[in-house]
């Protein structure tokens, strides 16, 4: 976190958080609310792409989360909670071979933790910096990582029956040749209570 952020943090300790007004897209991309040009409706509100290459490293920088799996954009002394897409993180591929990881705000991945895939066939990791999902593009070269215990590569018809029947993963693992590490399965409108975070947060009631 910034060293400015902190020390306005320490200024000013008793600033308002914000709720809904950030968004995290599954490409890793934000949005913020911005007003329609009409009239200043709540309900009009809409979300726009943040562009600013200065703004975006900025966000990236005071990118945190609580105790209660929240996270949030420490905007100097306000703490903006974000509204997730599906994950607080989006894993990107850094290497194809050997494997390895970064996050979507930049951050290189050390420590694998946990790997699942969900009814659509994503897969979501868990390092040491948070869950994930894994970008898009590089999907195809996480399928290639799913393996058994002996090396051999998942076939392509039990990779599908995960996705289209749920059958159970025993035996297969993901590896990235520095860790293997066995693959579960997971509904991903279980993966926030599961996984340990929250995609909308909002005031207590």
């Not at 952020?5 to 934000?30: E, F, H, Q, S, T």
């Not at 946990?114 to 999902?133: C, F, I, R, Y």
């Not at 590089?138 to 058994?148: K, Q, T, W």
Request: with cysteine.
């Amino acid at each position: 976190m910034d060293d400015s952020v902190i020390r306005a943090m320490a200024k000013w300790p008793n600033v308002p958080v914000v709720y809904g007004w950030l968004a995290l897209d599954r490409r890793g991309r934000w949005s913020i609310k911005s007003a329609s040009p009409g009239g200043s409706d709540a309900a009009a509100a809409r979300f726009e792409p943040v562009t600013n290459p200065k703004l975006i490293e900025f966000i990236f920088r005071n990118y945190a989360h609580d105790d209660a799996g929240r996270w949030y954009f420490q905007n100097g002394p306000q703490r903006v909670y974000v509204d997730l897409a599906y994950t607080p993180l989006i894993y990107r591929i850094a290497s194809a071979h050997p494997l390895s990881l970064e996050t979507h705000t930049g951050a290189p991945c050390a420590a694998l933790q946990s790997a699942w895939m969900d009814e659509a066939g994503d897969l979501l990791l868990v390092t040491e910096h948070g869950p994930g999902l894994l970008l898009d593009r590089d999907l195809p070269r996480g399928l290639e990582a799913l393996a058994y215990a002996d090396g051999h590569a998942l076939e392509e018809e039990r990779l599908l029956a995960f996705i289209e029947h749920g059958d159970d993963a025993a035996g297969v693992y993901f590896s990235t040749g520095a860790a293997s590490l066995p693959l579960a399965l997971i509904r991903s409108e279980e993966a926030p209570q599961r996984l340990g975070y929250v995609r909308a947060p909002r005031p207590p009631a």
